[in-house]
């Protein structure tokens, strides 16, 4: 008998495990796909928003706002790359700059701080690569980037440290209530194994398809859609410091515009576009998608270096139709349920405060004790690029993995992907690998380095080579020997 089963290991699920674990529960986290961050905490613009966008006195405005005072401090703790690199909002010609003004004010309201209007000459002293139409810009210095991926991974390792168990590749099919709390139907992609889990309370965290989790208990039904929102095109290192803030366009009757932002990893991010979907699956990228993207960014950033192009994606928002705000709470008609829905931009930037938010309500609910031996730091990857020559030759001498490089373009190690697999929660796929250590990300997009990474996961985990795929079960690459095709 569990005492909260988590359903869903995105960022929300994954920031509400590690809040959750600093209480003595007796907590899991169920997810479908083989790992953690595998749909839409993977694939976003990876801005923590400053908050001025959001409606004041909506739970978005209230928890972005928490979110983004609490990100240094959880950056600090999870050993995450983040950084505030500061936002604009700019005004072009043909545009109202009054615009600006409405943000603005709406910001204050959120308690947004140090938010200011700019001229085009305070402007350009910033970023020199404006388009010539640009007039005006709000400027926001609490905006900040962060890799959605080792911040879903650093909450999730953390929580498992502190005692979370985390079923991975295992789908909740069906949910009953029991007198004492919930029934849990599952399958194990992996084993082909059904398994009946028993909880108090249940906390759905399940992205796009948190509607499918809430209404098999709830006659209070949610209706999630889909929205592509949508494809991106990310950029070599080479011209990642084109822009250093993060670029917004002021919206208009065309739309909320596209961004141009420097990731935190040091590449270049053009997007998203916007389009309502049925497909809750539908993450492919587009011509006309692109398209877009190119011609609407030059209305904020001029010459934007399209050729440097080295992969497009896509994602998708769970936009609930009931409203315009997260669904964040116990559910009116059915005790023990916790939703954490419609969780749509800004969702990242305020999960640290959904985390929190709810882990109150969990233990209020249980009247659950703080352990007095929760730990809160967790230690990322070793990246040898932080440490002096001297360090590096140390490491490499205690250490010879550290020293042969597997993935050229990014200058990645073994002793790096080592470490990836072993940790808590370790990688088991090539995408695996490729989020916790950036093998596979660079100009070649994993070319030379995929059967190396796949050389080593079949040598250090119980995997055979024809299991290792891109990312879990039905995606392998190996389907057998040439001479049993032939
Ligand atoms: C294009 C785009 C750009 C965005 N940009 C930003 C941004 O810059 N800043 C920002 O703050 N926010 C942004 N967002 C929003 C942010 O990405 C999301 O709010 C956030 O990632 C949602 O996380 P989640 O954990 O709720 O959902 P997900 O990451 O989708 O996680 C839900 C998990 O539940 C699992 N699951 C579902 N059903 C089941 C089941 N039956 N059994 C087991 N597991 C299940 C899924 O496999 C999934 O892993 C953006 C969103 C999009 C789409």
């Not at 917004?248 to 515009?257: C, D, I, T, V, Y």
């Not at 141009?260 to 998203?272: A, C, E, M, S, W």
């Not at 699956?281 to 934007?304: C, E, F, P, W, Y």
Request: glycine share 10%.
């Amino acid at each position: 008998m569990f005492d909260v089963v988590i359903i869903g290991a995105g960022v929300t699920g994954s920031a509400i495990a590690r809040e959750v674990s600093r209480y003595k529960l007796n907590t899991c986290v169920i997810e479908k796909e083989e790992d953690v961050c595998n749909e839409t905490s993977k694939a976003n613009s990876a801005i923590i928003h400053a908050g001025f966008d959001a409606v004041p006195g909506t739970m978005k405005a209230k928890l972005n706002v928490m979110g983004n005072a609490m990100m240094d401090t959880i950056a600090e703790e999870l050993d995450i790359p983040f950084k505030r690199n500061g936002s604009l909002v700019v005004c072009t010609k043909e545009q109202d700059p009054e615009g600006l003004q409405v943000l603005m004010e709406r910001g204050k309201k959120n308690g947004v701080p140090g938010l200011q209007i700019l001229d085009r000459e305070a402007l350009i002293e910033k970023e020199s690569n404006l388009a010539d139409d640009v007039t005006c810009a709000l400027w926001a210095p609490t905006g900040g980037i962060v890799c959605p991926f080792h911040m879903t991974m650093g909450y999730a390792e953390n929580a498992y440290e502190n005692g979370v168990q985390f079923f991975l590749n295992t789908k909740v099919e069906k949910l009953e209530k029991t007198g004492e709390g919930f029934r849990v139907q599952v399958h194990h992609a992996d084993t082909c194994v059904d398994e009946t889990i028993e909880t108090k309370l249940i906390i759905n965290a399940a992205g796009v398809y948190a509607d499918e989790i809430n209404n098999q208990l709830s006659d209070r039904k949610l209706h999630i859609t889909a929205r592509k929102g949508g494809e991106y095109m990310l950029l070599d290192k080479t011209v990642g410091d084109y822009v250093k803030s993060t670029i917004f366009q002021l919206p208009s009757k065309m739309g909320k515009g596209v961004l141009v932002t420097p990731t935190v990893h040091g590449n270049l991010l053009v997007g998203p576009t916007a389009v309502n979907v049925e497909d809750k699956g539908a993450v492919n990228t587009t011509m006309n998608g692109l398209d877009q993207i190119a011609r609407v960014s030059a209305h904020s950033v001029k010459n934007v270096p399209l050729r440097q192009v080295i992969t497009s994606f896509a994602g998708l928002r769970a936009h609930e139709d009931g409203g315009d705000d997260f669904v964040i709470g116990e559910s009116e008609d059915v005790k023990g349920l916790i939703n954490a829905a419609g969780i749509e931009s800004p969702g990242l930037s305020s999960a640290p405060a959904i985390g929190v938010t709810v882990a109150e309500l969990v233990r209020d609910l249980l009247n659950a004790e703080e352990k007095s031996d929760f730990n809160p730091v967790r230690h990322g990857i070793l990246d040898p690029d932080t440490l002096s020559l001297e360090e590096r030759n140390q490491l490499i001498k205690e250490n010879p993995a550290y020293g042969n490089i597997i993935c050229r373009c990014e200058m990645i190690t073994e002793g790096e992907i080592l470490d990836a697999i072993h940790r808590p929660l370790g990688a088991r796929s090539l995408d695996g690998v490729k989020r916790r250590t950036r093998a596979g990300m660079g100009r070649c997009q994993s070319g030379f380095c995929s059967p190396k990474v796949m050389e080593i996961l079949e040598r250090e985990v119980p995997m055979r080579v024809d299991q290792i795929g891109k990312n879990g079960v039905g995606s392998e690459f190996i389907v057998g020997e040439n001479k049993e095709l032939s």
